[in-house]
């Protein structure tokens, strides 16, 4: 018997977040920007949720932020974590003005602590960003 590794479990890309999805099968972080109020919108809708606008773009990120917040988890929430304990699941403020929710591995950072997206593979050929301090 093959014993298949546990995955994480991942979104299937939408109409509106496809975009972002197939952006990451070349590790770019990308959101959308409203045209009309000029934030940044995450995660992807089809309308912006400040003003109400519809003139989304999409837009390449730098992948630089700062820790916002930290939970540090020493048991997996998922059985494909089990290798990987501890973890941080975190809350990143990027260079850009938007807020992320992601993960870093192999140690807890700090608020305040600089990040960079990093990208963990998934069996299709797309990514998750991930974390990790500079």
């Known amino acids: ?9 991942v979104p299937e890309p ?12 070349e590790r770019r972080l990308t959101m959308q920007r409203c045209g009309d109020c000029t934030r940044l919108v995450w995660y992807p809708r ?16 730098s992948g630089h932020g700062l820790i916002h917040a930290v939970s540090v988890h020493h048991r997996p929430a998922l059985p494909a974590l089990a290798e990987r304990v501890p973890y941080a699941v975190v809350l990143v403020d990027l260079d850009e003005g938007a807020r992320i929710m992601s993960n870093v591995f192999g140690g807890a950072p700090s608020i305040g602590d600089p990040v960079t997206v990093t990208w963990s593979a998934l069996p299709d050929g797309r990514h998750l960003p991930i974390f990790e301090r500079r």
């Open 1 to 9: 018997m093959n014993e298949q590794s546990p995955t994480i479990p």
């Open 14 to 25: 939408s109409a509106v977040s496809a975009p972002f999805w197939n952006a990451t099968r």
């Open 46 to 61: 089809p309308f912006c949720p400040h003003c109400g606008g519809w003139n989304l773009r999409w837009e390449q990120l």
